[in-house]
């Protein structure tokens, strides 16, 4: 029930104009109910007076029945074509009263619910971004997708239909059966006596729609994983000729949602099948009353056929609730995802910010411990301790999953500590308002992420305001002019998704260039210029000195050319510190950095 109270908030702000749309639905509905009265007043006022050569006048008519005769000109043998039109024009008024006011309802509907859904999906994007890279990490990019994307189209699609058809059904409903409660109260409790039965398997229908959509999204979820992996990844798969190992794996999850969904299918097919059953069960239940009643005289044959007209307009809402309730099953569901991301914790980016919105760049890290999940049985790290000083040039080294990347995403809070503290300029760095911190930390990752825009824009996304200069000197430094020259449209080169269309190294060129334009305090390298050629290397390594002259540098790398030259050089083993010193030092050593060292520079 929750979240159907959270479906309908979406819509909280614009309720007042649900409210009109709701008022004008139901006054449409109104005027529907009209219709088979005037269908009455001809029959029993005109067609049996006419017929009977004017020997048999309605006497005592029910209200509603009564305004329309007083409306019409004195019935008389000699005015018939003047009472009929009359009687069209009456019914063309209604007609047209009721169009214009369901057409009212429906701009205004459509209008609250595309601004109601643009809020929500705002909200629901801007959520993600503020969420922790570990919350994220935990769903996949195509759950994700999908739940930003499907479940919010579902709740589009129920609040712009189903809410306003629910409130015309129920009208639809009241009306109907209170004009034919106002005729004949027997009759008109005959014509439902069917509907608590349709209301107890729409319930159960919902039960179920909710279960088996909850089913086929998760199927869902995974297909569209499997769809996004495979196309970031299409030059790997056919790199290795991988092709028709991808279209099985997309197969055969596409099959596991096809029984979802004709699960779903079955499931419809077989409400409707009774539904149905009942629905033209109560009709036919309807007409047999009637005849008995009319034929006793209880009721005109006017009476009769405009009460006709009431069972259909009863039969449809009582059918039509099936369909409302299969939509609202689905959109529970919708709302039930989407509400997961919503209700995740956002990250605390409260802290302070220095009044000279600069680091200093002075880090220590004391007895600093973490895991990535509780679960886990080893430490990423354990028990760390070094101090960087301001300016310091430091080298992080080790094997894979050593722990020299866990270094830097707890330095840019992506992660917090487990145990310990990190310090930075002498304040914990829990201190800092994390955007503030982070973008005074540029890192450049070894396969790092461009967007699918142009290399230019690119290159700037960290700093839209550099001017031509800044962007010319980060670009030579990066060595992008080395390459930029070989493309068709230059710096306006589209990349495609992810930068496919670049080399590994001419994309790490690009985030280089792209870190140097953002004038961090802390420049973090890890491993940024693994895929170039080591002459490109060396180019960039000389240029890069005015860029970090002065400034706290980190380098993460597995060349021990990218990071001989640094001041001091820490090696890390299995989350832990097994040595550090300067390169001299530690080549004194018969240590894994001895041991590297021999295996790369002198074999």
Wanted: with cysteine.
């Amino acid at each position: 029930m929750k979240y159907l109270k959270r479906l309908f908030k979406v819509l909280d702000e614009w309720k007042s104009q649900y409210l009109i749309a709701g008022f004008l639905i139901i006054l449409s509905a109104v005027f529907r109910m009209l219709e088979p009265k005037i269908l009455q007043v001809t029959i029993d006022g005109v067609v049996v007076f006419f017929l009977n050569d004017g020997k048999s006048m309605i006497e005592n008519p029910d209200f509603i029945a009564g305004l329309f005769y007083n409306w019409l000109p004195e019935i008389r043998l000699d005015n018939l074509l003047t009472i009929l039109f009359y009687i069209c024009l009456i019914m063309v008024a209604v007609s047209i009263m009721r169009v214009i006011t369901q057409f009212l309802s429906g701009i205004i509907t459509a209008s609250a619910t595309e601004n109601a859904i643009q809020k929500l999906r705002n909200q629901l994007f801007l959520h993600i971004q503020r969420l922790p890279v570990s919350w994220i990490n935990q769903k996949t990019t195509g759950e994700l997708i999908q739940r930003t994307t499907g479940d919010v189209d579902t709740v589009r699609t129920f609040l712009s239909k189903q809410t306003i058809e629910l409130i015309l059904f129920s009208a639809v409903f009241i009306g109907a059966f209170s004009m034919m409660f106002s005729i004949h109260w027997q009759y008109a409790l005959i014509a439902v006596c069917l509907g608590p039965i349709n209301l107890i398997l729409a319930v159960y229908f919902f039960n179920k729609e909710g279960k088996v959509w909850e089913e086929h999204e998760a199927e869902q979820d995974e297909l569209t994983r499997i769809a996004e992996e495979n196309l970031s990844g299409i030059r790997v798969v056919q790199a290795f000729a991988r092709a028709e190992f991808e279209i099985e794996k997309f197969r055969k999850q596409n099959q596991k949602k096809l029984k979802v969904a004709l699960k779903h299918v079955h499931l419809h097919k077989n409400y409707w099948t009774i539904a149905d059953l009942l629905i033209n069960l109560q009709i036919a239940i309807a007409v047999f009353a009637g005849g008995y009643f009319m034929l006793n005289q209880q009721i005109t044959l006017g009476e009769f056929a405009s009460f006709f007209s009431y069972t259909l307009l009863v039969a449809w809402p009582m059918r039509q609730v099936g369909q409302i309730v299969s939509k609202m099953g689905m959109a529970k569901v919708a709302m039930e995802r989407i509400a997961e991301i919503l209700d995740a914790k956002e990250e605390d980016y409260t802290g302070e910010i220095p009044k000279e919105q600069h680091l200093i760049g002075a880090i220590e890290f004391r007895n600093v411990s973490f895991k990535y999940h509780e679960t886990d049985k080893s430490w990423a790290l354990e028990n760390v301790s070094f101090k960087i000083e301001k300016g310091e040039k430091i080298a992080l080294m080790g094997k894979t999953g050593a722990g020299k990347s866990t270094i830097i995403a707890l330095l840019t809070r992506i992660y917090e500590p487990t145990s310990g503290e990190i310090i930075l300029d002498g304040k914990p760095i829990s201190d800092y308002e994390k955007s503030f911190l982070r973008s005074q930390i540029g890192v450049v990752h070894q396969q790092p992420f461009l967007f699918s825009t142009t290399i230019q824009n690119n290159m700037v996304f960290a700093n839209k305001n550099a001017d031509e200069t800044e962007f010319a000197k980060a670009a030579e430094a990066a060595q992008v002019e080395d390459f930029i020259h070989k493309m068709q449209d230059g710096y306006e080169t589209m990349v495609g998704e992810k930068g496919v269309t670049l080399s590994g190294g001419q994309k790490q060129r690009v985030a280089l260039a792209r870190t140097l334009l953002s004038n961090p305090d802390i420049f973090v390298l890890d491993d940024a210029t693994s895929a170039v050629d080591t002459e490109t290397e060396f180019q960039i390594q000389q240029a890069l000195n005015d860029y970090i002259t002065d400034k706290t540098t980190i380098f993460i790398a597995h060349r021990l050319t990218s990071i001989q030259h640094a001041n001091r050089v820490i090696v890390f083993e299995n989350g832990k510190i097994i040595e550090q010193g300067t390169h001299s030092e530690l080549l004194k050593k018969n240590s894994f950095y001895r041991q590297v060292y021999d295996i790369q520079l002198v074999n």
